[in-house]
């Protein structure tokens, strides 16, 4: 017996009968040991042999035949006898002083068989054999001199399922003097060619139809090998007995599989079984996705499998990972003329590169279908990477198209271009096609856009709402979504519940029924509503969840705007002066390739604020000019410019210049009888700077700021109460304002803490300790020490809120954004050296 059968190396159960039989060779023993192909079968009945012939006790190694009753009865492969051998073994199993050990594979549905594997388990457990699990391997593989390392653990089994047979040439090819992990593949492969030339045809016929898709069974091997119905459910659980084809091996190793027995049977036997299979399957209209993929990736070409392909792939809809799969498998299976699907699929999964690609090929199409399809695509694409000017040019281009679905598209590019004449023109040309409840909501969408321009925002939200009422999911690209544009356009008329109604229906789908760049669109846009509503911590959750994975994926340009813009405002309201810096350079470095349009005014309006916080306007002036060049194209519609303008106020105030502040304040007032959201922000501008020229009116403060927090500004809401109680000497008035932001802060569904902002240092060149009076100072020693409010009060004689309101004051005169970087400055300024 070689050394690898030797008994330690056995199953632990197969470990047990020999030395069972070893202790007392005489007694009576029957078993059955049943495993697939190469788990040891054989290894056991040979040290069962071993065992009794050194005790001297006959062992025959095939059936009794009549009239011999001595020795024991020891037969391999008894799946390979007929039923008189069989019947003969299990009539000595009947013998009580026999000793019968018996090794088969599991088939299952041979009565025979069953029969004498069931008589012989009423009188001693199986000892079922199979593959090797991970921690036997890592030993085989530490014994033969290699060093287990997880990854080369797992290497092995991914390669050989863990099948005997296979594993220990496997884990010659690395343990050899020139081995490596490379050679895993290889050495397990030809080994098991080795033991699959020892089967029969018709049985590799069938592993071969039945590698392909678990789903196959044996009314799939008839029809696609053409066999009666009683031989194939006996092929199909011979093969299933083998142990090569169970659900719990890899994909890599039933592709091994497949290879393998393709090598065997030939090409040509392999073409004309797949074709045979494939015949079958369409005849009985049983073809499922996975196994047409499978047959088209194999690399068969027939323009059945093609055709059959592609209607699946038009019935994938909400799965854009899925069509792109199926679409690209027909055009390797010789279909023609699927370009265009071809390239939305790859768009909807975030294959950019490649859609473009085929959309540009297609720019030339003498079909007008195509020709549109590939405009539509292609601008898609741009308006993705932050080229609005682009997607415009294209649809100019194209000019106005019947489809209601491309002159959406068309609407969208170009009012984001600020090109009005073009939005127009694109919906012009009266539809070619059904009433659809696709085409209705393109229309929708595209007649909303333009009402946002000029009509009221209730009517234009009424309007564009209709495009998300549908519920069929999109299966072609576009600039942007209607859940996107309908969130945008709510967020730029202060209408934050129809926004986050909207966003947070969608926001939470994931990308197996969205387009990645569709799914991270809409979590980055919950994450703005969210920020605006001072939900700090719920923002970055949703900014961090849409570049979760940015490393495989990275964000494309629109999404790395909204992105660094988003973080940027949320370091700024969270006080952290060094990632905003960070993140606002990071948008810079986007913004320096990005072409300004309508839909990305917000992030740009933060950047503009941050700007100001870091002295930095210079910089982003020209691009500033550019979106209300843009807005002035046209018409300078009070919806979409009514954000910019109060951005434009903040950075006014931030950069100490009345002169900038005041025409974003008048632009506010004279938008204010056609909106009530540039109404409450122009409203909130005026006492805001009154606040700042230390006018502090309770009553105008508490309006002003509950206006704010109604139209979703919540954390400007509270910054704007935190400023009024930090410029009013008066402590009844000071108290009143905090209390006003805590209540303001409570709306909060999440709990985040917004800083009180800081005014404008009128003088920043004093040093930072001649700014803080006596009183303060002594505040900020005992503070540092980690003293609360009250026990700092009793200290110094005066109450918890006074000390307070010191503490507020210190905060605002030496411009720390939260209460660490407050701590930081002080010690840095009181402790001695």
């Not at 029969?200 to 590698?211: I, P």
């Not at 049983?286 to 019935?315: F, I, N, V, Y």
């Not at 127009?424 to 696709?438: F, K, L, Y």
Request: hydrophobic share 45%.
């Amino acid at each position: 017996m070689a050394a690898s059968d030797s008994p330690a190396d056995l199953a632990p159960s197969a470990r047990e009968l020999v030395a069972r039989l070893g202790d007392d060779p005489t007694a009576p023993v029957k078993v059955v040991v049943s495993g697939g192909i190469g788990t040891g079968k054989t290894a056991v009945l040979t040290a069962v042999r071993t065992a009794l012939r050194s005790a001297a006790v006959p062992a025959l190694t095939r059936p009794p035949r009549p009239g011999e009753a001595d020795g024991a009865v020891v037969v391999d492969d008894a799946h390979l006898l007929d039923d008189a051998e069989l019947d003969a073994l299990a009539d000595r199993v009947d013998d009580p002083a026999a000793t019968v050990v018996v090794a088969t594979e599991p088939v299952v549905h041979r009565p025979a068989l069953r029969a004498l594997t069931l008589t012989l388990q009423r009188e001693h457990p199986a000892v079922d054999l199979g593959p090797l699990a991970p921690g036997d391997v890592a030993r085989l593989l530490s014994d033969a001199g290699g060093t287990p390392s997880t990854d080369l653990v797992r290497s092995l089994m991914v390669a050989t399922a863990g099948l005997p047979f296979l594993v220990r040439p496997a884990i010659t090819a690395v343990t050899e003097p020139d081995g490596s992990s490379a050679g895993i593949p290889q050495a397990a492969q030809f080994a098991l060619i080795e033991r699959l030339r020892l089967l029969d045809e018709q049985l590799l016929d069938t592993l071969l139809v039945l590698s392909l898709n678990r789903g196959l069974g044996a009314d799939d091997v008839a029809a696609a090998l053409r066999l009666p119905p009683d031989r194939a459910r006996a092929l199909v659980d011979r093969s299933h007995a083998t142990g090569l084809i169970e659900p719990s091996h890899s994909r890599a190793f039933r592709r091994t599989l497949h290879r393998s027995l393709a090598e065997i049977l030939g090409a040509a036997r392999h073409h004309d079984t797949e074709i045979s299979l494939l015949l079958s399957q369409i005849e009985m209209s049983t073809l499922s996705p996975d196994l047409a993929l499978q047959l088209a990736e194999h690399g068969l070409r027939d323009d059945r499998l093609a055709a059959a392909l592609t209607e699946l792939a038009s019935r994938s809809g909400g799965q854009p990972a899925r069509a792109a799969r199926l679409y690209r498998a027909a055009v390797d299976a010789g279909a023609a003329a699927l370009s265009p699907q071809l390239a939305d699929a790859l768009a909807m999964t975030g294959d950019c590169v490649t859609a473009g690609r085929l959309a540009d090929e297609l720019l030339g199409s003498p079909d007008p279908a195509e020709r549109a399809a590939a405009v539509r695509i292609a601008a898609s694409i741009a308006a993705h990477d932050g080229s609005a000017a682009q997607a415009a040019d294209l649809f100019r281009w194209l000019g106005p198209h019947p489809d209601a679905f491309v002159g959406a598209a068309g609407t969208v590019a170009c009012l984001a271009a600020g090109d009005l004449a073009a939005a127009r023109a694109s919906v012009s040309a009266e539809s070619g096609g059904p009433p659809t409840s696709t085409a209705r909501a393109a229309r929708s969408l595209a007649e909303g856009l333009l009402m946002s321009l000029d009509s009221p925002y209730p009517a234009t939200v009424a309007r564009l709402s209709q495009a998300v009422a549908t519920d069929v999911p999109a299966t072609a690209v576009a600039p942007d979504t209607p859940a996107a544009l309908v969130t945008l356009a709510a967020l730029h008329g202060g209408d934050p519940v129809r926004a986050r109604s909207v966003i947070g229906r969608v926001a939470g789908g994931g990308s197996d029924g969205q387009a990645l760049f569709v799914t991270r669109r809409h979590r980055l846009l919950l994450g703005w509503v969210r920020m605006q509503d001072g939900q700090l911590t719920a923002a970055g959750t949703d900014v961090a969840a849409a570049g979760a994975d940015s490393e495989t994926s990275p964000l494309h340009r629109r999404d790395a705007l909204w992105a660094s813009a988003l973080q940027t405002a949320i370091a700024r309201r969270s006080g952290d002066t060094g990632a905003m810096q960070k993140h606002w350079y990071a948008a810079m470095e986007v913004l320096a390739e990005y072409s300004v349009d309508l839909f990305s005014l917000l992030p740009l309006g933060e950047l503009w604020v941050a700007a100001a916080r870091l002295h930095q306007l210079e910089r982003l002036q020209h691009t500033i000019d550019d979106a209300f060049a843009l807005l002035a194209s046209l018409g300078d519609p009070v919806l979409w410019s009514v954000p910019l303008h109060w951005s434009g106020v903040h950075a006014g105030i931030l950069a100490n210049a009345p002169d900038a502040v005041a025409p974003h304040g008048q632009a506010l007032t004279a938008a204010a009888p056609h909106s009530a959201f540039a109404r409450a922000l122009a409203t909130a501008g005026r006492t805001w700077l009154r606040v700042l020229a230390n006018s502090v009116d309770v009553d105008e403060v508490t309006a002003a700021a509950r206006l704010l927090a109604q139209f979703g500004l919540t954390w400007d809401a509270t910054r704007l109460a935190g400023q009024a109680a930090l410029q009013t000497p008066d402590g009844r008035v000071s108290g009143a304002m905090l209390q006003l932001a805590r209540d303001l802060k409570q709306t909060v569904a999440e709990q985040d803490a917004a800083p009180i902002p800081r005014p404008v240092d009128d003088d920043p060149s004093r040093p930072s300790y001649m700014r803080l009076s006596k009183k303060e100072i002594e505040v900020a020693e005992l503070l540092i020490r980690g003293m609360p409010y009250k026990l700092i009060g009793e200290q110094l004689s005066i109450s918890p809120k006074t000390v307070e309101h010191h503490v507020a004051r210190i905060r605002r005169r030496l411009g720390a954004e939260s209460r660490t970087e407050l701590l930081s400055m002080l010690r840095a300024m009181l402790t001695p050296a």
